[in-house]
């Protein structure tokens, strides 16, 4: 295979981009200065050594610590915890301003594994987190407890299904029914994605949750 095939075949594999787009990419790399190109290459090089996923909510970030900004921040609400399926869902969030609680990745521990239908390990992830924060979330005192948790994945068929095992996984460690399991209102259209949804659409389904 020609470096240009190699190259757009990276490329398509990249979320939202398709062959063409994939193949427009390679032309204007072709025509970039080759210190651009440097550039480039040692930019996505350091991306990938500096990075680190948090031990709480696997938000990726970078520096030296082992918890992200949001999980080290002593003014957020440490009793809220919100599961959504990958991190662009939580900045989506996050810009709202709506919401000052926690957070779970649940793609955030998947990284390595190809298979992304493979619950048990996500499942199993989230349970630590909520049965013990306080191993992962050294801010967090023993006294403190989750009052609420928000499942904030995609109205779509496989959020829902993954909406359904999570609940099922966190109802077996909330017997006492003393932690709130809330889902985003309805407004998020049915099919789409939380990343796709506008700031009030996301908003109001956030504040009407139940
Ligand atoms: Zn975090």
Known sequence: MDSIDKLKNIFADFPTVGQRTAG???FYLMRQPKNQIDE?????LELKNKIKFCSFCFNPFEGQDNLCSICKDTTRNKNLLCIVKKESDLFTIE??????GLYFILQGNLLSIKNSDNLNLQTEALRQRILHPENFLTSRGL????????IAT????EGISTSVLIERAIKEINKDNSIKITHLARGIPVGG??????EETLESAFEGRK
């Open 24 to 26: 427009r990419f390679v």
């Open 40 to 44: 480039l290459v040692n930019t996505i």
């Open 95 to 100: 810009n709202t301003k709506k919401y000052k």
């Open 143 to 150: 006294s403190e407890v989750w009052s609420e948790i928000i």
């Open 154 to 157: 995609n109205p779509t068929p």
């Open 193 to 198: 994605e939380l990343e796709y949804a506008d």
